[in-house]
């Protein structure tokens, strides 16, 4: 079963307004929560995260808001660039037997038009 | 930032025969690996935990004995596909994770390697 959803399989959005990408998790052991960004024939690359014990953390164009009551997370792009085209992936993280591992959602597809 | 490198990108082989990839951090130690698998249209599956010198840790599912995992220095880790059957086909992707700072964060991803058996 999904622990980490990402029902929106694509997203387009017009240059200059905000990007909204939601992820749902199952999981409470989830502690930390990351946002990936991925360019075809690329590795994903570490965009932002946010602790379980935070609701939201900013990086310039990048916010990820966290509820947690409602197993929701969001990453908000504003202003959306037409470089910001790309599969993000909604990961979280939990430690078992004293290995830190990562659950990764299917991602979606953003598409800024210029 | 760190570099991450898979050989190779892309490979076709029969049905049985075995397949290698690598995976190397190219500017830094990796003190621990991790394989992933993505089939089309789902996401990156965790596989194997590997760590410098000892044995792979694999994911419940995940047949040790068909993915051999071998990491042998702090900059390189190899998985190896024996007898590969077309369910195999997939994308694999390897990460490696620097020693020290925010573990979560620290963890860069390689370009993947598509496999397709025949």
């Known amino acids: 079963d999904q622990q980490v959803k990402q029902n929106s399989p694509s997203l387009s959005v017009q240059e200059g307004r905000i990007s909204i990408l939601n992820c749902d998790y199952t999981?409470?052991?989830?502690?930390?929560f990351l946002w990936y960004k991925k360019y075809p024939a690329e590795g994903p690359t570490f965009l932002i995260s946010?602790?379980?014990?935070?609701d939201k953390n900013e990086d310039g164009r990048f916010t990820v808001f966290l509820n947690k009551s409602a197993k929701h997370l969001s990453l908000h792009i504003v202003p959306s660039q037409p470089g910001d085209s790309a599969v993000y992936f909604c990961a979280a993280s939990f430690t078992q037997g004293g290995s830190e591992k990562l659950v990764f959602g299917k991602g979606t597809k953003l598409t800024v038009n210029p | 930032g760190a570099v991450v490198s898979q050989h190779p990108s892309w490979v076709i082989c029969k049905s049985g025969t075995s397949v290698k990839i690598e995976c190397r951090s190219l500017d830094f130690q990796a003190t621990t690996m991790f394989w992933y698998r993505q089939f089309p249209k789902q996401s990156l599956m965790l596989m194997a935990t590997s760590n410098e010198g000892s044995k792979a840790t694999y994911e419940q599912g995940v047949e040790k004995d068909k993915f051999l995992i071998n990491h042998a220095s702090l900059t390189l880790s190899t998985l190896t596909v024996t007898s590969a059957h077309p369910e195999d086909s997939s994308f694999y992707i390897c990460s490696a994770r620097e020693g020290r700072g925010l573990t979560q964060e620290t963890q860069y991803f390689g370009p993947g390697t598509r496999l397709l058996v025949l």
């Open positions: 946010i602790s379980s014990i935070k």
């Open positions: 999981n409470s052991m989830f502690d930390y």
